[in-house]
């Protein structure tokens, strides 16, 4: 059977090669060889293109092999989010999703690329290489989670990361010139006393503010796997160090194409040129109260980039439940949820409770004196 993808082994003793979180080489972690990204593409070229040509030959039915009377058919849709490939280097079948561009094989740990799934798509322009190591998101999660005191003592005492996995999530950065016009009804409020009057005082004002706004790499992600909430959570990234695309910053990472394109993130990418206006021109606009009466945004598109940017997955479980955390590969930034302990939550709730009937009790015995 042709080799659908390719393992990037080191040339001189055959050990899988790694892109290294914070090196700007790939790396053989066995001999020590380093590689530089113009010299992996240079050597792995041919085996790219002899891989893409076997996987699209075997997706055509080129195997050879009559198996019309082995198993039943699948019903439509059923193979829609996976495919197979198989490692070049110990034989063994890769399950991806459709989208899954780098992988890593379960039996062997040789990085894999499967060239194929690049074909119908753009390539990349940038990426953003990973400066944040695997130890760093192990800790960086046990340190998310100290110091909770909701969170159960199983939890905290037995908690294992199940799961870790370094990936290259695509993104679409949009550019963006803006014309804004916001009018505004704005009021000071004095307070201040005359004799034994306390008076309230109210100046009103008709604001109107105007400005040319130019938001550079807004970003929206291009993966319907990953939830936005959480990737706009673990921004931002810092895209003055993005390099431009190649290949070999996948190895040993899992990739994965977009399936959103950058039409339809469009959309997103509008949303947040909208809000960040309104927050830029409302900031603009000084009084104790403001109301706006009236805006205009003109939007004028810019250029639009494909990215590839760097992000820990960790999922851990409790109680049956899967609990997944997302840490910035590039900076650090983690969020995720966690699980509470019923128990604490009510014990604290009570004790908050305890101190407010406390402090009311003397509070009415404070006025009963006086009375």
Same mark, same amino acid.
């Given at each position: ?75 439509? +849709? ?37 060239? =194929? ?9 940038? *990426?953003i290489p990973f400066k944040k190591t695997k130890e760093e998101a192990v800790a960086a $999660? ?10 159960? !003592? ?10 870790? =996995?370094? $990936? ?24 201040? =006393?005359?004799?034994?009057? !306390? ?12 400005? !040319? *706004?130019?938001?550079?790499? *807004? ?14 959570? *673990? ?15 996948? @190895?040993?990472? $899992? ?5 959103? @394109? ?19 021109? !409302? ?18 598109? +810019? ?33 995720g949820s966690l699980p509470t302990d019923k128990g604490k939550e009510n014990k604290y ?21 006086? $009375?």
């Amino acid at each position: 059977m042709a080799d659908t993808s390719v393992s990037y082994k080191c040339p001189k003793c055959g050990a899988p090669l790694s892109f290294l979180p914070g090196h700007d080489k790939v790396t053989c972690e066995f001999c020590g060889s380093e590689y530089t990204t113009a010299e992996m593409e240079q050597l792995f070229a041919a085996k790219d293109n002899q891989a893409a040509a076997a996987g699209a030959k075997e997706a055509a039915g080129g195997s050879g092999w009559d198996t019309s009377q082995a198993g039943t058919e699948w019903q439509a +849709g059923e193979t829609e989010k996976f495919q197979t490939f198989v490692c070049s280097s110990c034989g063994a079948e890769l399950v991806t999703d459709g989208n899954t561009m780098a992988t890593e094989c379960v039996y062997c740990g040789n990085p894999t690329m499967l060239p =194929q799934r690049f074909d119908g798509s753009l390539k990349p322009d940038f *990426i953003i290489p990973f400066k944040k190591t695997k130890e760093e998101a192990v800790a960086a $999660l046990k340190a998310f989670y100290e110091g909770k005191k909701l969170l159960p !003592d199983a939890f905290t005492a037995h908690n294992r990361v199940e799961a870790i =996995q370094s $990936l290259y999530v695509p993104f679409w950065l949009f550019d963006s010139q803006v014309h804004a016009l916001f009018h505004y009804d704005a009021a000071n409020v004095k307070m201040y =006393q005359e004799g034994n009057d !306390d008076v309230k005082e109210t100046e009103h004002y008709n604001c109107v503010r105007e400005a !040319d *706004i130019q938001f550079k790499k *807004i970003p929206a992600d291009g993966s319907k796997k990953m939830d936005d909430d959480y990737m706009d959570s *673990i921004e931002p990234f810092n895209y003055e160090e993005m390099v431009p695309f190649t290949t070999a910053y996948l @190895t040993g990472h $899992l990739a994965d194409k977009y399936d959103v @394109t950058a039409e339809e993130s469009a959309v997103r990418a509008e949303a947040r040129v909208n809000a960040s206006t309104k927050a830029i021109m !409302d900031a603009s606009v000084e009084f104790d109260t403001v109301n706006v009466t009236d805006s205009k945004i003109d939007k004028t598109g +810019g250029d639009v980039k494909y990215a590839m940017v760097p992000v820990w997955i960790l999922t851990t479980k409790y109680d049956g439940k899967p609990y997944t955390f997302m840490m910035n590969g590039q900076t650090g930034k983690f969020i995720g949820s966690l699980p509470t302990d019923k128990g604490k939550e009510n014990k604290y709730m009570a004790m908050a409770f305890g101190a407010v009937l406390v402090a009311a009790v003397i509070i009415i015995n404070v006025v009963s004196r006086l $009375l």
